[in-house]
């Protein structure tokens, strides 16, 4: 029987199984969604399906430089203190370095980790240590030189914020330089050309209504707007940032001097967009004195 991605999504709803595990457990049992439940808990991964529901929003993120090629993945944990776990911090490490073999998160999940793919063993690792945990993402850069960075690093290449460079010419200290600017100043992209469009068009409408605000004529707006779009761009692109080693330059003017062009970055950020369950303590102890 042909498993849908409709059949997994549904199986996924139900148990909180991973998607790969899922799909096997469909597949395992011609598409019979109860004996696919049932074969799920057979093999332990009920236990972590039942987990998966709590909010992993913690975490670290690790990088790894292999042959020309740069990688940051992005592991999350429910709390922070399995973040300082040993064995996590091993786990996590091995993961980035399957990472370096393969081009997307899809595909990391998927491949060999010891064995077992990576997506059964960070299952393992919930039923060990207890929480919810998930591969949330990983992303890579190529380049002639290609740096890596980990700000407030908590083991070897892994911490809270992990950034990856690639240069086209220069060397690995600047590449460093620039690694610890994109940590501090969090630019959204490398130049106006790869900035998003929605992002773009959202700040002139803002600023268009603020600068009618002050009630002066259209023409005399449209000047502003134009100086305040170039500043918003100075301010969110990588290229136009002050650089934060020298600001009288910009990042890209520092580049030109350093012989090298700036290809690709990137800076991922444990729990970026995550949105976690604020905890009303006050309100859970009325909550529970008035039942």
Request: aromatic letters at 4%.
């Amino acid at each position: 029987m042909a498993i849908t991605a409709a059949m997994v999504k549904e199986l996924r709803e139900m148990t909180g199984a991973g998607m790969m595990d899922a799909k096997k457990a469909l597949t395992e049992n011609d598409g019979d969604q109860e004996a696919a439940i049932d074969w799920l808990r057979t093999k332990g991964l009920a236990k972590a399906a039942k987990k998966s529901g709590r909010i992993a929003a913690e975490g670290l993120v690790a990088v790894q430089v292999a042959g020309g090629k740069g990688v940051a993945v992005e592991v999350n944990s429910e709390t922070d203190f399995v973040g300082k776990n040993a064995d996590f911090q091993a786990m996590v490490s091995g993961i980035a370095g399957v990472a370096t073999t393969v081009a997307d998160t899809e595909a990391l999940l998927t491949a060999d980790m010891g064995g077992k793919t990576v997506s059964e063993v960070v299952t393992d690792a919930v039923a060990t240590i207890g929480e919810n945990m998930s591969v949330r993402r990983m992303a890579s850069v190529e380049g002639d030189v290609v740096v890596s960075y980990v700000h407030n690093a908590v083991a070897t290449d892994m911490g809270k914020i992990g950034v990856l460079v690639a240069l086209k010419g220069g060397d690995e200290g600047f590449g460093k330089q620039v690694a610890m600017h994109i940590a501090a100043a969090n630019p959204q992209s490398l130049s106006e050309a790869d900035l998003d469009p929605a992002i773009v068009e959202k700040e002139k409408s803002v600023q268009i209504e603020i600068a009618r605000e002050s009630g002066k004529p259209e023409q005399v707006i449209e000047k502003m707007i134009v100086g305040r779009m170039k500043k918003f761009m100075a301010e969110v692109t990588l290229l136009g940032q002050s650089f934060v080693i020298n600001p009288d330059l910009t990042v890209e003017a520092a580049a030109k001097e350093a012989g090298a062009e700036i290809v690709a970055f990137v800076r991922m950020e444990v729990g970026e967009g995550i949105e976690k369950k604020e905890e009303d303590f006050a309100a859970e102890v009325a909550k529970a004195a008035q039942g």
